[in-house]
Every structure is written in C-alpha cells, then in structure tokens.
C-alpha cells in the first residue's frame, strides 16, 4: 500500500469505485453519469460506467426533484445510493426531498427504516461561477435535523470521506469545492483507510492563535499561517472536515492552548456555520478567551460575476491574515 | 388474474366488503376521537375511497412496496397494518406504529411493505421509483404502488417520475385516486387538458380509467396490470375516480362544497354498492351484518387500548434523529 498523486475528483472517483466493488448495494445516479468524460468538467465518474453498468452508474434526465427522492427511495428500500447534484445550486431544486424526507424518515416513522445515502452537492466559488453556480449553502443542512455534513479540503479527504459517507446508516451531505475538482493531492491506495466523520485533522500545530475552518477556506488558512509565523504568530489549523457532527474536542483543546479563536468560512458569514462555532466556544469556553472570537465569511451579497466585484466578494489568504492579526490588537 | 365466473369469487369480494368495513369504522372512529380531543393533530379521511386501497392492495403482496399520501390509514389498514396501532399511533402513545413519532399524516408500517403516508404531495412518486429502482438492483421479485390524489398531477415530480419509471422500465403501478378535490379547490378548476390518463399517456405509459367506487371493477383492473407488471410489462397508470365524502382534514367545515353534492355522491358510497351485490350473489344479508359488527368491535376495541396506553416518555424526543452526532442534539437540561 501506498500514497499516490490524485486530483480530488479522481479521488473521490476512486473511494466510490472502491466502495461500489466491496458492497453490491452501493449505486450512483445523477446528470451526466455516463457521457463521455462521466461528468461535466472534472471527470468524476470517468470509467466507471465500463466497470459497473448502467443498472449501478445511472444517468439520469435533469430531474432533480426525481434524483434525489428516488435515492431516499431506494436507501429505505435497501440500497445505499450516491446520489450527485453536481452543484449546491442545483441542489436547492431537490430541498424538499432532503430536507422533509432523507433528514426525517427514520424519526418520523419510529426507527422503523434508516436513510443510508450520499448526496454530493459541490459548493465554493469558481472564477465567473456567478450568482447560480458559485454558493456555499453548508449551514442551511447543518441546521436540519438529521443530516450529516461534510466538507473536504484535501484530496485524502475527499477519499476518505467518500467512503466512511457511504458506509454510515445516516443521509450525508458531501460537499466537495469545485475550485479543488482538480488540486492534486497525495492519496492512500488502501481500500480500508477510511477517515472518520466528525474528526477534524489539525493541518498545522500553533500555539498564539485558533484557525478553525474547512473546505478551500483551510487551505488558505495554511497559507495565512505561513505569513502570520513570519511575523511571529505560531497559528494552530484546525481542519474541520466533517461540520456535522463537529469536532468540538479538538477544537476545545486547541482554543484551551491557544486562548485565540478565528472561524473562516466561504460562505455568507451571516448565520454560517461561523456563527455556531462562535457562539459555541463563547458560551463554553469564556474562561480560556484572551479575547473575543473572530469570523471571516462572505458578505451578505449574491455572488457577483465581473472579476473586480468578484474578487471584491472572495474571502483571500490576505483577509485572513488581517483579520487573525485583529485578535492580537488591543481586545 | 381475477376469475370473476369463479365459484370463490364472492368470498373473494366479500374478503374486499371486510377490508373496506374496516376502513370506513377506523375513519368513522378515528373522527369521534379527534372530536374528543383524544387526537394530537388532524386527520385526513379515506371515506368513500375504500374500494380503491382495498382493490389494489387485494392484489399486492407482503413483500410488494406502496408508498401513501397525506390519506394513508386505508391503504395502511389494505396493506395489513394493525389498527390497533395505527389508533395508538394517532394518539401518540406507546405501542403506535411509529412509536408516537409521526401521528396519522406519517402511518407506516415497514413491516408489511407499507412505507409511509407522507405529508408532502408527490414525494411518494420519486421515493416510489427509487424502492423500484432498489428492487431492480437487488433482484428481488416485488412491485411498488404509489397512490397519489388527483391534486398531486399538478406538481412537478409528478412528470418527473412517470418519465423515470418509463425511461428504465420500472416495475411500479400508479394509482391515482381522483376524489375531484385538491384540498379545498375544485381540481378541474386547476387544471388543463383532459386528466390525468391523458397524461401518463404522454409518457407512453399504458392509463386505464376505472369507477373507484365499484370494488369489484378496481380488482378486475388492477389484477390485469399487476400481473402485466411482475411480467415485466413495465410502469402502468390506474386512473380512479371517486369522491370524498369528508373534508380535505378533519378541521374542515367544507364551506367550498355545492349544497347536496355530497349527499349525491354518498348514494355512489363504495361499500353499500358492494353490499347490494354480495347480496344478490348469495352472501347472507346476516354475514354482511356480522361483517360490520365484527369491523366495528374491532376498532372501537383499538380505540379503547390506544385510550388505555401510556404516553411515551418525553425524553423519547432525542431518539432516532441520527446515528452520528448524537452528542450534540441540545437537549433542554
């Protein structure tokens, strides 16, 4: 067994093409499946179709309210489906069906059935994505009962939470970056190594300063970090992962050491996930705050398309920074 | 397929007088407790569409799959679900079919192959030709039916599943129960064309209509495209028409309704129709009468135990949400 170089798509490709071999139960369906590069613009189901079938790799019409009902359907009745959306955007055509019934089926009929599916909705700004192809839309299924969500930042990530989603019992939304489709990263080939879903990875141990964060946003932050040591700030990055459930250990932990706490988020940071965190550490970890806890996020605006406004829109490695320097000002 | 010149063939209506029997003393009963407040919610009556749960279910199998609407107690009750529970389940208590987690508007029993009414029209549609999707995958030798209301062909995903049901040849009957009402509002007010076989027909979908009404033409029909479906013959489209004689729930006072339309459409009522016959065809006047009294000690004997069950404990509340993330639910301390 070794590491290997792999773009997140292919990845991801690879831990369904693993799981989809280990468990016959385990079947794709969406837009675009099958067609020549299997999928729009990253090949992420390239070749599977060859080795599955079109019973298990299902191409689907745009139907987006039938994709995902029918994968609630076929999770009760006994399958584990992977259902893909391509993009958040679209997944906001197939709410109902998540939200009203994959998020409340095992509770609503008394445990007498289990919701074992993926939903891949890909978030995160793409250069002129604009306002329909570029939204975060994370915190609106963490606020729903019965959802899992998961958000990866590294190509070993994207794999190992491909996997462990598809084999819990719960419906799991996965939400990939589709900045990073193509970022290559260093990837295990063993089908067993799986990462567990509600564990954040620490990309960089520091003791001055909490950067709590995940999808391309911890990435940038690596990168933040870099400039703030130059400057003498040792910044911890905590790599979320998994948003819901949420590591709050490590992230107690961290902020415990560090008494400093940034969240940074991609998305509108009115009422993100940021926010919960925020609060959260507020409310339980008060005693331990040099300072007051900072967010990061989006303004409260549609995503705009011309590069200056865009950029104008981007939460940046340099906001970052300047915003992480704030929390060694005067409190 | 239904032998009608068979000499068990008016046990196997009477069979049908008993289920539908059943359903009309759950509905009626069902009414007098949400009246004496025993009932948490509201509930939504099958009265008058007996003959078509019943017919339909008549020809399923434990093992087949149907998928309900917000009307769901009598395909409930025709799938095999026990009353019993499903009373202790109105009355949110211990012993419910789900435990006291969803009330009337989320009957399932999973049990039987009956997986859920739902409280959002046409989600049964795109679940329904999933779990046939799943069938397909596993191999398993078993059909779904999906019943929906004549309001619920004016929805999106309705169009969208008959399209996927064709498009990968599922095995899965649609019925559509047309009681003339989407809620409150006239369909025929709402809507354009034809109907609704008119439209599954558009999708190459072979749509029969039929008198829901006449329990005896529901089994003929269904029997037919049941059986052409476990032949492989592909997704069919079952166009009932009916009538409902309640309102839209149990809260309706049904100010919207033409004086005497109702009174009309109770002399069409399914299971006196289906009385006359048996009578003719030589089932005694005293079985019919039997039928209904056992029917109706039945249910009052459910409502009696749902009365007499205790309450689940409120902490109860925080199961079943999720396996992962259970630490974290905020429980009120």
């Not at chain 1, 509770?107 to 002129?128: E, N, S, W």
């Not at chain 2, 759950?26 to 949400?34: G, V």
């Not at chain 2, 037919?224 to 028409?241: D, E, M, S, V, Y």
Request: charge should be negative; proline fraction near 4%.
């Amino acid at each position: 067994m070794s590491m290997i170089t792999m773009t997140q798509a292919a990845a991801v490709r690879e831990g369904l093409a693993e799981e989809m071999r280990r468990d016959p139960l385990v079947w794709a369906l969406g837009e675009d499946l099958s067609t020549a590069h299997g999928g729009t613009s990253a090949d992420q189901y390239l070749g599977l179709i060859d080795e599955f079938g079109d019973k298990r790799i299902v191409n689907t019409p745009i139907s987006e309210n039938t994709i995902m009902g029918a994968a609630v359907g076929a999770a009760v009745a006994g399958t584990r489906p992977v259902a893909d959306l391509r993009m958040a955007d679209f997944g906001m055509c197939a709410v109902d069906e998540l939200v009203n019934q994959a998020a409340k089926i095992r509770y609503m009929f008394g445990g007498q059935a289990r919701v074992p599916l993926v939903v891949r909705q890909a978030i995160g700004v793409r250069k002129g994505g604009a306002a329909q192809h570029s939204q975060s839309t994370e915190a609106w299924y963490i606020h729903t009962p019965g959802l899992v969500v998961v958000a990866p930042a590294t190509a070993s990530d994207a794999k190992g939470l491909i996997k462990s989603a598809i084999r819990t019992d719960d419906p799991v939304v996965y939400m990939e970056h589709k900045d990073l489709w193509l970022a290559e990263g260093q990837v295990s080939d063993n089908p067993n190594d799986l990462i567990d879903i509600g564990k954040a990875s620490i990309m960089r141990q520091g003791s001055d300063l909490t950067i709590v964060s995940w999808s391309k946003m911890a990435l940038l932050s690596l990168q933040a970090a870099d400039q703030l040591k130059s400057e003498g700030i040792s910044a911890e990055i905590i790599n979320l992962r998994s948003l819901w459930p949420w590591d709050k250990d490590t992230i107690y932990k961290s902020v415990s050491k560090t008494g400093r706490l940034l969240v940074a988020q991609e998305s509108v940071q009115v009422a993100g996930f940021g926010a919960e965190i925020s609060a959260d550490i507020s409310e339980n970890l008060n005693h331990s705050l040099k300072t007051y806890v900072r967010r990061i996020g989006a303004p409260r605006t549609p995503v705009p398309y011309s590069e200056p406004m865009e950029n104008e829109y981007r939460v940046t490695t340099t906001r970052i920074i300047k915003k992480a320097k704030e929390l060694f000002s005067a409190p | 397929m239904t032998n009608n010149t068979a000499s068990n063939y008016p046990a196997r209506i009477l069979e049908m007088y008993k289920t539908m029997t059943l359903i009309r003393a759950f509905e009626e009963i069902a009414e007098e407790a949400f009246d004496a407040g025993l009932v948490n919610g509201s509930i939504h009556q099958y009265i008058g569409e007996e003959a078509i749960g019943t017919a339909v279910c008549a020809n399923l199998r434990k093992t087949d799959f149907i998928l309900s609407n917000h009307r769901g107690h009598g395909h409930a009750i025709a799938k095999g679900a026990n009353p019993e529970a499903m009373m202790k389940e109105l009355l949110g208590k211990v012993g419910g079919t789900s435990g006291g987690k969803g009330g009337s508007m989320h009957i399932a029993d999973f049990s039987v192959g009956m997986l859920g009414a739902n409280g959002v029209l046409a989600d049964g549609l795109t679940m329904g030709v999933g779990a046939a999707q799943a069938l397909v995958l596993r191999n398993v030798d078993a059909i779904v039916t999906v019943f929906v209301g004549d309001g619920t062909t004016n929805r999106g995903p309705f169009y969208e599943s008959l399209n996927w049901a064709m498009i990968y040849e599922l095995p899965i009957l649609f019925v559509c129960e047309n009681n003339t009402y989407a809620s409150s509002t006239s369909t025929r007010k709402v809507t354009a064309g034809p109907g609704p076989v008119a439209r599954a027909e558009a999708f190459g979908m072979p749509a029969y209509d039929v008198d829901g009404n006449d329990v005896r033409e529901v089994d003929e029909i269904a029997s037919k495209i049941i059986t052409n479906i476990r032949n492989g013959g592909g997704p069919q489209f079952l166009h009932a028409k009916t009538y409902r004689i309640k309102g839209h729930v149990s809260r309706d006072k049904m100010l919207y309704r033409p004086e005497g339309e109702t009174e009309a459409n109770w002399k069409n009522e399914p299971i006196s129709r289906c009385a006359d016959w048996l009578i003719k065809n030589g089932i005694s006047e005293a079985e019919i009468n039997s039928t209904n009294a056992s029917a109706y000690k039945e249910i009052r004997d459910a409502l009696e135990a749902a009365i007499a069950a205790p309450f689940p404990d409120g902490k109860l509340a925080y199961k079943d949400v999720q396996d992962l993330g259970n630490r974290y639910l905020g429980e009120h301390s």
